[in-house]
């Protein structure tokens, strides 16, 4: 059955995934809501620009009026929540911004949508759902023989941007309890995928690598993290959205544990391959050692058992798979890194690494 949902933050990187898929799949009609940041861009949605079913608004989700109309005008049955911002870097630097997304933000969009709701008749409530997609970084750190987090594991958020996200969870979970709004939430593992902003580790690596630039790693880069494939991510929420038991969370990831300095060694061996350098010297030789981030979490990593035990999903692709594809993507796509990194992202990576004594430009 076709339906027509409300997507915020769906020209960002894992909402303009999810969006493409949707049209892909042919599911119905979206309405995107994004406030275009440094990490929103329209150009992640070209494929589908003339595609009618696809409503494009530039908004905030703060901005309850505004969702209001949206909701009162295209009838959604489903609210998909990307809207972020989800840089653990950026938040130290200036955390307010997440204060008003993540958090504030999300107040507003479950008002107006709590609002919405309560007009819908029975049957209309029924089939509503609100989603609301988050981190696995609201679990905190684990140490090295820890058992994965689970749904039940307690919120210990280390970073101004993971309590700003565990904030916004305890409010979706609050106006299911209170007031009874269909809401699910998932918790994801970091992703990695097509359109990924060059400030996350995957897709900086390969950016800095073909540019001849330091791959810088923090600390020893022995932090672990549980690699997910954004197309896989992509289809364990429409799964949760379709089937997912109301007021639930979800935990998503790959099963895919790996030290960054594993990753990096891995990327750098495929560009070796697919992309060599003039002088035949390996990318590896430009890796570097960087001082740790503030309150870096050592590891993380996501058991996926309820979700693949109550509702059948698992990832499709292990992480050999998805980062080869990952890779190929970028070397297809390099006009569209050379438009994001623009001068305002070199001067981000300038700014934060030269702090650690690393000169990157």
Known sequence: MKRTILVTGGAGFIGANFVLAWFK??????????KLTYAGNLENLASIRQNTQHIFVHGDIGD??????????????????????SHVDRS???????????????????????????????DQQERFRFLHVSTDEVYGSLGAAEAAFTENHTYAPNSPYSASKAASDHLVRAYHHTYGL??????????????????????????????????????????IR?????EDHCAAIRR???????GEVYNIGGWNEKPNIEVVKTLCRMLDEKKPRAD?????????????????????????????NELGWKPEQSFESGIEETVDWYLAHQDWVANVTSGDYRNWVQKHYAERGEELA
Not at 240 to 246: C, D, I, P
């Open 182 to 223: 269909p809401t699910l939430t998932t918790n994801c593992s970091n992703n990695y995928g097509p359109y990924h902003f060059p400030e996350k580790l995957i897709p900086l690596i390969i950016h800095n690598a073909l540019a001849g630039k330091a791959l810088p790693i923090y600390g020893t880069g022995q932090q």
């Open 25 to 34: 799949l042919g599911l119905g009609t979206v309405v995107n809501l994004d």
């Open 92 to 122: 130290i630097h200036g955390p307010e911004d997440f204060i008003q997304t993540n958090v504030v933000g999300t107040f507003h969009l479950l008002e107006a949508v709590r609002a919405y709701w309560d007009a819908l008749d029975v």
């Open 240 to 246: 949760v959205l379709e089937a997912g038991r109301v």
């Open 280 to 308: 035949a010297k390996s990318y590896m030789d430009q890796i570097t050692f960087v001082e740790d981030r503030l309150g870096h979490d050592q590891r993380y990593a996501i058991d996926a058992s309820k979700i693949a």
């Open 226 to 230: 549980d690699w997910l494939y954004v």
């Open 64 to 85: 309850q009026a505004l969702v209001a109309q949206l909701l009162a005008e295209h009838q959604p049955d489903a609210v998909i929540n990307f809207a972020a911002e």
